[in-house]
């Protein structure tokens, strides 16, 4: 069922190329079939061409610690709790605040 999820996401993607949602669908589709690699990598592509897109940090960080990347996952954590106070974003940012203290624990 995945698999068809996966593909049904990439389709739709190819029809509307700029929808960040469907982007980050697919990089958590990517992550339910384990292919965290992959999910990680397109979650950063898609944070360094549109760093306003709050929960790409948040799913990012939580991948980079589930594969033992915790300094890397805090520095997601930092750099998307500065751009939710470029974007007001106070709850994304108290949300990836908490993740960071738990990772520095």
Do not use: W
Request: glycine letters at 6%; charged letters at 30%.
């Amino acid at each position: 069922m995945s698999v068809e999820r996966l593909a049904q996401l990439q389709a739709m993607l190819a029809e509307e190329p700029g929808d960040l949602f469907l982007r980050y669908a697919i990089a958590l589709e990517l992550k339910r079939e384990g292919n965290m690699e992959q999910a990680i990598s397109d979650l950063e592509t898609m944070l360094h061409e549109h760093p306003d897109h709050i929960a790409s940090y948040y799913q990012l960080a939580i991948m980079l610690a589930d594969l033992g990347r915790t300094n890397d996952a805090i520095e997601v954590c930092k750099a998307g709790s500065l751009r939710c106070l470029v974007t007001g974003d106070r709850k994304a940012r108290a949300e990836l605040m908490e993740l960071q203290n738990g990772l520095e624990e």
